[in-house]
């Protein structure tokens, strides 16, 4: 189906006569992130404009095989989406690792009416066999399926094979912005600051333990960050107090990804953050902060209700903000970023650090992103349509170069 066909009114009809066009979102995925994902994407099916578009679900288990919908996706009731699916949200995860299971979801099916995906599910497809399928059910792809293997280019590359328009950033931009490593080389290679840091990856640390702990001692002092270079959501990720723990907390980075990163510890640092929303001419949100009620704003502290204080308005000088919101753009720019992201800074007393870029930025009761959109003047309705728009744009602009030589070029 081409741009033209999808824009032309492919969708159902809507209640005021118009076509809707059909939005596939896709939520799970193989990642660590797969309860978070699902999390963005029970706020973004609570929330999307149902005159206007037509939601599909497309769930993506842990064993990467997908659920494609059998129709629309029904509004969702009293039921959170990972129960109707069978599956933990984020509090009910961090409950049971504490040790608490009572809050686990189970059961057959959920309120919702949608068959909760098994392990042996004949229906289940292999992603090679949903392209076809999928390129004929949905005119444009909502994006809510963060870390590896949807944050990171993969998603959007097959994406782009199926001709299917898609939210957020394309591959070059997320496939940078996910690896911490390559995203900061680039921030240092425009000239925009980082904390000091090093990186290696499993290999190293198991042939030459010795030279690693040396190589991170070196770069970064006896106090880091220990992180998987390519996860988020505070995955995997250590704080170091003193060299006896780096040990161990590398082996935590190892079991989430074969790439570490290590920064030098910020002492003091504030966490700010700058949304910005946009293709060609991007706007950037206030900034925003978040104060975690633990020592680090860890996996717990980011989606348990009640852990962190989230403030998307921070209480800035009118100079940082401004400075904050320069930097969030040019970091945004640099990148080739389109659609949305939010950029995470570290700011101790007078310095300033670009920490990480979220291309995919969580949609989660907790999260930043829709509600420094919404201080802006978007609700979260707004925000999925204004999106979907932008994801639109891009696809008629064209992603990626051509395959033939176009109109300019023909004699």
């Known amino acids: 189906m081409s741009d033209r066909d999808r824009s032309s009114g492919s969708g159902s009809a809507s209640a005021s006569g118009g076509q809707r066009l059909r939005v596939g979102i896709f939520a799970g995925g193989r990642s660590a992130e797969h309860e978070v994902s699902v999390s963005s994407a029970d706020s973004v099916l609570r929330a999307i404009d149902r005159e206007r578009f037509e939601p599909y679900l497309i769930y993506i288990d842990r064993e990467g095989r997908w659920h494609l ?50 392990r042996n599910d004949p229906d289940a ?18 994006l809510a399926v963060h870390g590896p293997f949807g944050e990171d ?6 994406l782009e094979m199926a001709g299917i328009p898609y939210t957020g950033a394309g591959v070059l931009a997320s ?10 080389d680039l921030m240092r290679g425009h000239g925009l600051p980082v904390a000091d840091y090093t990186w290696f990856r499993r290999p190293a640390w198991r042939a030459t333990p010795e030279r690693v702990l040396r190589d991170i001692h070196a770069a970064v002092g006896n106090q880091s960050v220990v992180k998987p270079a390519r996860l988020g959501s505070s995955v995997g990720m250590t704080l170091v107090h003193e060299d006896r723990e780096l040990p161990a907390a590398i082996d ?20 700010l953050e700058c949304g910005v929303l946009g293709n060609h001419e991007p706007i950037v949100f206030e900034p925003g902060e978040v104060r975690s009620h633990h020592e680090w704003y860890d996996y717990e502290s980011k989606y348990v209700p009640g852990l962190a204080d989230v403030h998307p308005r921070a209480q800035v000088e009118p100079a940082l903000a401004e400075r904050l919101m320069q930097l969030a753009l040019a970091a945004y720019r640099a990148v080739d970023c389109v659609g949305m992201a939010r950029v995470d800074f570290l700011v101790p007393g ?14 989660t009761a907790t999260s930043m992103y829709p509600k420094q959109a919404e201080l802006a003047g978007l609700s979260i309705s707004k925000l999925i349509g ?10 008629r602009e064209g992603r990626t170069p051509s395959s033939g030589a176009g109109d300019e070029g023909q004699a």
């Open 69 to 118: 919908p059998a129709g629309p996706a029904p509004e969702l009731g009293a039921a959170a989406l990972a129960e109707v699916l069978g599956i933990e949200t984020p509090t009910t995860q961090v409950a049971r690792l504490r040790g608490d299971t009572s809050g686990d979801p189970g059961g057959e099916r959920g309120a919702a009416g949608l068959p909760v995906p098994a």
């Open 125 to 142: 497809l292999q992603p090679r066999q949903a392209l076809r399928s999928l390129a004929e059910a949905i005119d444009v792809a909502f």
């Open 153 to 158: 280019g993969t998603l959007q590359g097959f």
């Open 175 to 184: 496939a940078v912005a996910m690896d911490k490593v390559v995203f900061k």
């Open 252 to 271: 935590e980075a190892l079991r989430y990804d074969s790439k570490v990163i290590v920064e030098r510890y910020v002492a003091g640092a504030r966490e």
């Open 350 to 363: 007078d310095a300033l650090f670009i920490s990480e870029m979220n291309t995919l930025p969580g949609f």
């Open 386 to 395: 204004r999106l979907i728009e932008l994801g639109m744009a891009s696809a």
